[in-house]
């Protein structure tokens, strides 16, 4: 598996994995917002994506994330965001999500600071289902306040840690 910046040939890739987790989610493969916003991170450099590197390498993508980095030259300590982070539904639980996640760090943690994911809430049916919440408690994120509701409806909760520029 290789990690790299995302390009803009990418998005149609960036728009199955979506496909893949709407039930979870909601919709976001036919709206305009969320192309737009994939779109812009791989435009700003603030997306990955984890491709095969056996041949013949597959053409949809293992995983994909978009990243939103700290202000540069704003005060105190860092806050990064991952705004968006998909793994391929026969790729879960093979490393795909700890690797796209450790590169974001390598790339764009400049600074110490924290390192912030919104996921499902416990209540949510994804929550189980998904392992997003295991998946970001085994990489040392704690559950924190709770978020604005996902556009299904369903609960959110802030996931954050601490992060410095040479640790993933």
Known sequence: MII???AHQDLPGFLRLAGQVEQWFGPMVGEPGFRDAVAGHIKRAEALVAASDTPPA????????????HPAGSPGPARHRVNW???????RGRGVGRALLADAVRRFVTRPGT??????????PGADAS???????ALGFTP?????????????????????????
Do not use: I, N
Request: charged share 25%; glycine share 14%.
């Open 58 to 69: 597959a053409p949809d993508l293992l995983g994909g994330l978009l990243f939103g980095p």
């Open 85 to 91: 982070l998909v793994v391929a539904e026969g790729c």
């Open 115 to 124: 390192l912030e994911v919104v996921t499902f809430g416990s209540d949510h």
């Open 144 to 168: 924190a306040e709770a978020a604005p509701p996902g556009p299904e409806g369903g609960s959110r909760q802030r996931y954050r840690k601490v992060c410095r520029p040479d640790a993933a």
């Open 131 to 137: 392992g997003a919440r295991r998946f970001y408690e």
């Open 4 to 6: 790299r910046r995302a």
